[in-house]
């Protein structure tokens, strides 16, 4: 295999595309996992923070193996990410693509690598560590469970965990988070659904996120451009069934989302609260009103989506929760 850097564009070249297509064409959601593997491609081709060096492993010119160094200067000195990765099931090949991107780091005076992500944490790329062999979802990025393995065994210095689980019935979930919905309102909070996605929404919603999750690994600040063009109005409008807005007075503190998966399924997405409201039951309010919603419309099962170990809704029930994805992030010290 011979391997080489290359200068990209914009867009994915042609032959990570087919390589894209042969690991994840047959996937139900492969056209959105594709539009947002172009958009985080793009975010990196084309972006004034980020120093991109794409690499790729050919056979005969055919492509095999991919993997990218993304240096974003808002990171702190001597750390970076990597991602983009797709890689046959050959040690071998892993291997030696390895070397040649540490090699390439080291070279540019960095230590410390974290990843697989596609451009940023907010482009989040998880390898998969466990699974049922279900679907992939929306919003879910596909792996291959074999990377795991690959990038568990080059002893990583940290591994930071997440997972996905689901529920059908919602009762005795309802029953016990309950309280804390009837509670909050006689106490200055209130929550918006908002039907149609403004300007002001997302700026706020951003604004948010800056606060909410600064302290988070791989954290990076995006500017407003690089916000608005990961959130855009028209992209959010198309993939939401629900945003709320978590008030006080009139005050946005707090957000969370659903997607549509089919007509019974819909994905629970992030439940933001600042941090000065976090620890009053104000997650369990927005959870209460997302299984509300989703029994009035006759919603049958609800996923709750790439949730970090040791980081839930505080109180909230998660016996009755079925896991049947578990996934891992990773930092290298090189």
Same mark, same amino acid.
């Given at each position: 295999?011979?391997?080489?850097?290359?200068?990209?564009?914009?867009?994915?070249?042609?032959?990570?595309?087919?390589?894209?297509?042969?690991?994840?064409?047959?996937?139900?959601?492969?056209?959105?996992?594709?539009?947002?593997?172009?958009?985080?491609?793009?975010?990196?081709?084309?972006?004034?923070?980020?120093?991109?060096?794409?690499?790729?492993?050919?056979?005969?010119?055919?492509?095999?193996?991919?993997?990218?160094?993304?240096?974003?200067?808002?990171?702190?000195?001597?750390?970076?990410?990597?991602?983009?990765?797709?890689?046959?099931?050959?040690?071998?090949?892993?291997?030696?693509?390895?070397?040649?991107?540490?090699?390439?780091?080291?070279?540019?005076?960095?230590?410390?690598?974290?990843?697989?992500?596609?451009?940023?944490?907010?482009?989040?790329?998880?390898?998969?560590?466990?699974?049922?062999?279900?679907?992939?979802?929306?919003?879910?990025?596909?792996?291959?469970?074999?990377?795991?393995?690959?990038?568990?065994?080059?002893?990583?210095?940290?591994?930071?965990?997440?997972?996905?689980?689901?529920?059908?019935?919602?009762?005795?979930?309802?029953?016990?988070?309950?309280?804390?919905?009837?509670?909050?309102?006689?106490?200055?909070?209130?929550?918006?659904?908002?039907?149609?996605?403004?300007?002001?929404?997302?700026?706020?919603?951003?604004?948010?996120?800056?606060?909410?999750?600064?302290?988070?690994?791989?954290?990076?600040?995006?500017?407003?451009?690089?916000?608005?063009?990961?959130?855009?109005?028209?992209?959010?409008?198309?993939?939401?069934?629900?945003?709320?807005?978590?008030?006080?007075?009139?005050?946005?503190?707090?957000?969370?989302?659903?997607?549509?998966?089919?007509?019974?399924?819909?994905?629970?997405?992030?439940?933001?609260?600042?941090?000065?409201?976090?620890?009053?039951?104000?997650?369990?309010?927005?959870?209460?009103?997302?299984?509300?919603?989703?029994?009035?419309?006759?919603?049958?099962?609800?996923?709750?989506?790439?949730?970090?170990?040791?980081?839930?809704? #505080?109180?909230?029930? #998660?016996?009755?929760?079925?896991?049947?994805?578990?996934?891992?992030?990773?930092?290298?010290?090189?």
């Amino acid at each position: 295999m011979k391997i080489r850097e290359y200068k990209q564009d914009e867009t994915p070249p042609n032959k990570l595309v087919t390589l894209l297509r042969r690991n994840y064409g047959e996937g139900k959601n492969f056209n959105l996992f594709f539009n947002d593997f172009t958009k985080s491609f793009s975010f990196c081709a084309n972006n004034e923070n980020v120093l991109f060096h794409p690499f790729a492993g050919y056979v005969e010119e055919e492509m095999q193996a991919h993997i990218a160094l993304i240096i974003d200067k808002r990171l702190p000195t001597g750390e970076a990410f990597f991602g983009f990765l797709e890689i046959p099931k050959e040690v071998s090949v892993f291997n030696e693509m390895w070397r040649v991107l540490t090699k390439k780091s080291k070279s540019l005076g960095i230590n410390i690598l974290k990843g697989p992500v596609n451009g940023s944490i907010w482009h989040q790329y998880r390898c998969v560590k466990e699974t049922d062999e279900s679907p992939f979802f929306k919003s879910e990025l596909p792996s291959i469970s074999y990377y795991y393995n690959f990038l568990s065994s080059i002893n990583p210095s940290l591994e930071v965990r997440y997972y996905s689980a689901y529920r059908e019935k919602f009762d005795t979930t309802m029953q016990m988070i309950q309280i804390g919905y009837e509670k909050f309102t006689s106490l200055g909070f209130s929550i918006k659904e908002v039907k149609n996605m403004m300007a002001e929404d997302l700026q706020a919603i951003a604004a948010l996120s800056k606060t909410i999750f600064r302290n988070n690994w791989g954290y990076t600040e995006l500017t407003g451009k690089e916000f608005l063009q990961l959130y855009s109005s028209e992209k959010l409008d198309a993939h939401l069934n629900k945003l709320y807005l978590l008030y006080k007075d009139k005050d946005i503190i707090g957000y969370c989302s659903t997607v549509k998966e089919d007509n019974s399924t819909i994905i629970c997405k992030t439940i933001g609260l600042l941090p000065q409201y976090q620890g009053l039951g104000l997650g369990n309010a927005l959870a209460y009103k997302v299984h509300f919603d989703a029994k009035k419309e006759g919603v049958g099962k609800i996923i709750y989506a790439l949730i970090r170990e040791g980081n839930q809704v #505080k109180n909230f029930p #998660k016996d009755d929760a079925v896991i049947f994805r578990r996934y891992a992030a990773f930092e290298f010290k090189i």
